[in-house]
């Protein structure tokens, strides 16, 4: 099995930095990469990554959709499709409710039909643009009944633009199978078991809502990655992995995936340790077992046959980080190629 192959990037990435960052992902091989959106717009950032490169394709992932009109987000990807040939594919999530009402200043309200409702108005908007077809969507939260001529733009010369969901919870998930294109997973929900037994089950009840095929829908994988030159550096880079499993899982919104293995008191530990300021405390609650299931560990060499062995028929697209020295690039470059083939 062959998959498309994404470079990540990191959150705190300057945007000053981002153009440099998808060249070299790009001449690395990768099929595209992978813009987050937390320090940064992702908007802007995927606009720096499009306008740097020439194959690569870049998806937003996550944009946080409710904080912004669905018709400001339609024009921006409409503009960022046409400028790259339609390389731009629009990765939306719904963030949490502290993040949306504290730090984005919008009203909280079920995440879930209303992500239903963004996603429908932004393809009625689209197939407006493309089209021409009257604009009229009413909702609960939005309203869209004019598009003067004047305002239209004009239709792509290519197929149009993938919309892709980022979930975790059992009723979003299924959400991206009834009307997404893509399923963005969280790291934290990406383990192979947990994809097999959790995630794509509830892709396809969500798929069979909508009398859709579930392989309409591709899953994405952001596996956490231990890997080097030599057994060294495969295990200095899973104490970097340990270190950040146990940030992760001192969060509640993740730990459906630890109790999978049996593994919830360790989440509801960490969060203590968490709540109490123990934060250098954290990685000593994950232990090998518990690496093991949420990481791949392998040196370069043999790393692209352990991905293909836990993500084949799982996942479709793995999203994989560049190396922190740009002379390990070659190494990455063949597991890219190992991966595509």
């Known amino acids: 099995m062959s998959f498309e192959v994404f470079a990540t990037m990191d959150q705190r990435l300057p945007l000053s930095r981002v153009e440099a960052h998808a060249r070299r992902a790009e001449s690395l091989g990768f099929d595209g990469l992978s813009v987050p959106e937390a320090v940064h717009d992702g908007l802007l950032a995927a606009a720096a990554a499009l306008r740097a490169t020439t194959r690569l394709r870049v998806a937003t992932g996550v944009l946080v959709a409710f904080p912004r009109s669905p018709m400001a ?7 960022l499709a046409e400028a790259s040939g339609g390389r731009f594919e629009l990765g939306l999530g719904s963030q949490v409710r502290g993040n949306v009402e504290g730090r984005y200043g919008t009203p909280w309200t079920a995440p879930v039909p209303r992500m239903r409702e963004y996603v429908g108005a932004l393809r009625a908007i689209f197939d407006a643009f493309q089209n021409g077809t009257p604009l009229h969507f009413e909702g609960t939260h939005h309203r869209f009944a004019r598009l003067q001529p004047f305002f239209r733009p004009e239709p792509l010369p290519h197929a149009g ?21 893509v399923l963005v997973t969280h790291p934290t929900s990406a383990a192979p078991r947990h994809l097999r037994e959790v995630v794509v089950p509830r892709v396809a009840r969500g798929a069979a809502r909508a009398s859709r095929d579930a392989s309409a829908v591709r899953i994405v994988a952001s596996p956490l990655v231990a890997t080097g030159h030599d057994a060294a550096a495969v295990a200095r880079a899973r104490e970097g992995v340990r270190q950040l499993l146990g940030f992760l899982y001192s969060t509640p919104a993740y730990w ?10 360790r989440g509801e530990a960490l969060h203590r340790a968490s709540r109490e300021g123990h934060w250098d405390t954290l990685a000593a609650y994950v232990d090998d077992a518990m690496l093991d299931a949420f990481a791949a560990s392998a040196p ?18 793995l999203c994989l980080p560049l190396p922190e020295d740009p002379a390990d690039d070659a190494a990455v470059s063949a597991i890219v190629a190992e991966l595509r083939r």
């Open 73 to 79: 987000v339609a024009i921006a990807a409409w503009d």
């Open 161 to 181: 633009i993938p919309i892709a969901l980022g979930a975790i919870g059992p009723a979003m998930t299924a959400l991206a199978g009834e009307i997404a294109d």
């Open 256 to 265: 459906p995936s630890l109790a999978l293995f049996g593994w919830q008191e």
């Open 300 to 317: 370069y060499g043999a790393l692209a046959a352990v991905l293909r062995s836990g993500y084949a028929g799982l996942a479709q697209r």
